[in-house]
Nanobody, 119 residues
Framework: QVQLVESGGGLVQAGGSLRLSCAAS????????MGWYRQAPEKQRELVATIASGGSTNYADSVKGRFTISRDNAKNTVHLQMNSLKPEDTAVYYC?????????????WGQGTQVTVSS
């Protein structure tokens, strides 16, 4: 089995910072791509940031310049440093990992961690 566990969520005032972490366990395979998604109440889940095994990153326009994604390939972990937080960042944040075996893609999701940004 593969399990992803998020941590680091909480309540913070606008302008503050949080650092989310996601640790993968239960697999001997290195996760090829990892990312963060978020889902606010009554809204669809959206991509926040992704990072490939080689370190290439991609960010949603709404978080560029404020959020930074990073990973530790040896530990199959991914982090999301969130600065200058805004109330609209409030959501449940989910970690996603993708394992590639030839043409096969296997996606795994964490349980989510709540981030609440107050005015």
């Amino acid at each position: 089995q593969v399990q992803l566990v998020e941590s680091g969520g909480g309540l913070v005032q606008a302008g503050g910072s949080l650092r989310l972490s996601c640790a993968a366990s239960g697999t001997i395979f290195r996760i090829n791509a990892m990312g963060w998604y978020r889902q606010a109440p009554e809204k669809q889940r959206e991509l926040v940031a992704t990072i490939a095994s080689g370190g290439s990153t991609n960010y949603a326009d709404s978080v560029k310049g404020r959020f930074t994604i990073s990973r530790d390939n040896a530990k199959n972990t991914v982090h999301l440093q969130m600065n200058s937080l805004k109330p609209e960042d409030t959501a449940v944040y989910y970690c996603k990992g993708t394992i590639a075996i030839d043409s096969l893609r296997l996606d795994y999701w964490g349980q989510g961690t709540q981030v609440t940004v107050s005015s």
